[in-house]
């Protein structure tokens, strides 16, 4: 099973500034990688899929990058709606064994 | 647009089945995998099973396996799942979900159900 480490656990982050989160997988995944972005007592919303690709109605604020085994996520500049929890996920496996991270939750410095 | 509602969860005492739906609408059901994936309170995202578009090819995490059931009725565009045997550690919000692209289109997950919370509790 490929593992995904997500860090930090916790991130805190005034609004306006930027937010650098990262996600590792315990082996490539090539570009193989979504992010999401989850609020409390919601289901979670496809965010960046293909490591870097926006899915349709994303700002560009959010934007992906990394390739192998190592991602990032980053918010350029932080709007009050941003605060929630993000979860990396790879779709590199065939059967698919889809496996996601443990999820970063970014929260008001 | 493309949504997708579940229903069917509640509590369960353990060993127990319940037997959760989603229904689809907005898109041509008939043409997607479909797959179930859980949460548990105040936990990450664990996939929990998958079905393909015509239901010949099905897989489940190990977790659940040989005590869940997938299945779907593609003329009611319809998606269930048939979980026996619960567990304490089957307790979460079940979110059913399209995977899309990827290779052989099972990639990313969109949309997402909005959830149906099973509780396993004596």
């Known amino acids: 099973e490929i593992v995904m480490t997500q860090s930090p656990a916790t991130l805190s982050v005034s609004p306006g500034e930027r937010a650098t989160l990262s996600c590792r997988a315990s082996?490539?995944?090539?570009?193989?990688l979504a992010w999401y972005q989850q609020k409390p007592g919601q289901a979670p919303r496809l965010l960046i899929y293909?490591?870097?690709t926006r899915a349709t109605g994303i700002p560009a604020r959010f934007s992906g990058s990394g390739s192998g085994t190592e991602f990032t996520l980053t918010i350029s500049s932080l709007q009050s709606e941003d605060f929630a929890v993000y979860y990396c996920?790879?779709?590199?496996?065939?059967?698919?064994?889809?496996?996601f991270g443990q999820g970063t939750k970014v929260e008001i410095k | 647009q493309v949504q997708l509602v579940e229903s069917g969860g509640g509590l369960v005492k353990p060993g127990g089945s319940l037997r959760l739906s989603c229904a689809a609408s907005?898109?041509?059901?008939?043409?997607?995998?479909m797959s179930w994936i859980r949460q548990a309170p105040g936990k990450g995202l664990e996939w929990v099973s998958y079905?393909?578009?015509?239901?010949?090819?099905?897989y489940y995490a190990d977790s659940v396996k040989g005590r869940f059931t997938i299945s779907r009725d593609n003329a009611k565009n319809s998606l269930y799942l048939q979980m026996n045997s619960l567990r304490a550690e089957d307790t979460a919000v079940y979110y059913c979900?399209?995977?899309?692209?990827?290779?052989?289109?099972?990639?990313?997950?969109?949309?997402w159900g909005q959830g149906t919370l099973v509780t396993v509790s004596s």
């Open positions: 979900a399209r995977p899309i692209g990827g290779v052989r289109g099972v990639g990313w997950f969109d949309p």
């Open positions: 907005g898109f041509t059901f008939s043409d997607y995998y």
């Open positions: 079905i393909s578009s015509s239901g010949s090819t099905i």
């Open positions: 082996q490539s995944v090539s570009s193989n």
């Open positions: 293909g490591a870097s």
């Open positions: 996920q790879q779709y590199n496996n065939w059967p698919p064994t889809w496996t």
